[in-house]
């Protein structure tokens, strides 16, 4: 399990973990879970232009990936969000169905982007997957403040004058770049119960930011390094332990979250819009 072969999984992984748990704490508080479902899956596409092309799939993950955001943040200006992201979706993956329909056979990359492959992340890719999580982490830490108060009362940012459009757009980039980095690890069709699952259930179970945002690293940590351990001793597929374990953490924290407040009568806590401001 600990192998030098497995190095580079656990690693990588633990790099996902966090970037999710961080960013999918704002994905739930902002109702943004469709974003990103649909970010990761249009990108997708993004990948198999660039099989086609012959370039690192990477780049057409990327270029893919901010495109749907930025897209989806345009049209949200005009709209309804779910409207725009669901037009942006279909369009990208359309767009994939082309490329693919053009290469002689499905290539083994492009499948491992849809479902994951932590256990071939190589060694020279660790380094951007790590300088990416970096930079989204720094982006939430400077637009924080503003990104907690917009997405709980946002009538207030606005009368504070928080530019609710350009923060939502810096949002959506934001979701994008972590999407082309957890990609490779977790797959198009896992980072999103990655990213919502520990979130949703540290949510419930606590109304402190700064605390639920550390316990959603802790739990995407944990549903992780479950994944790869039991991976590794069942031989099972690690994205059927990920998928799995998004959701029963989710379920998980519901339940404690019911218990805990049937039994107990504490006083009011201090609310994540209060803390806001």
Do not use: H, K
Not at 49 to 65: E, P
Not at 85 to 93: E, G, N, Q, R, Y
Not at 179 to 187: E, K, N, Q
Request: hydrophobic letters at 60%; charged letters at 10%; aromatic letters at 8%.
């Amino acid at each position: 399990m600990f192998a030098p072969f497995m190095v580079n999984a656990w690693i990588s992984a633990s790099i996902v973990a966090v970037i999710a748990g961080v960013v999918g704490f704002f994905v739930v508080l902002r109702g943004a879970a469709f974003v990103a479902d649909a970010v990761p899956q249009g990108a997708f596409a993004g990948a198999a232009g660039a099989s086609l092309l012959g370039i690192n799939t990477l780049i057409g993950l990327a270029v893919f990936a901010l495109a749907g955001s930025l897209g989806i943040g345009w049209l949200s200006r005009r709209g309804r969000r779910d409207v725009a992201t669901a037009l942006i979706l279909v369009m990208m993956l359309g767009l994939g169905a082309l490329f693919l329909s053009f290469t002689v056979e499905y290539s083994s990359e492009i499948f491992s982007l849809l479902f994951g492959e932590v256990l071939g992340v190589s060694t020279n890719e660790i380094l951007p997957i790590a300088l990416l999580g970096i930079a989204c982490i720094l982006a939430i830490g400077v637009l924080y403040r503003p990104l907690l108060l917009s997405s709980l009362a946002p009538e207030s940012a606005a009368a504070r004058g928080i530019r609710l459009g350009w923060l939502e757009v810096a949002f959506l980039v934001i979701v994008g770049v972590a999407a082309s980095m957890t990609l490779p690890v977790v797959g198009a069709l896992l980072i999103f119960s990655l990213m919502i699952g520990p979130p949703a259930a540290a949510r419930s179970l606590t109304s402190n930011p700064a605390l639920a945002i550390g316990l959603s690293v802790v739990l995407a940590l944990a549903t992780v390094w479950i994944a790869i351990a039991a991976a590794f001793e069942t031989n099972w597929p690690i994205g059927f332990f990920v998928g799995v374990g998004g959701g029963v953490c989710y379920a998980i924290g519901r339940v404690i979250a019911a218990v805990r407040g049937s039994r107990t009568r504490r006083a009011p806590a201090i609310t994540i819009a209060a803390a806001a401001e």
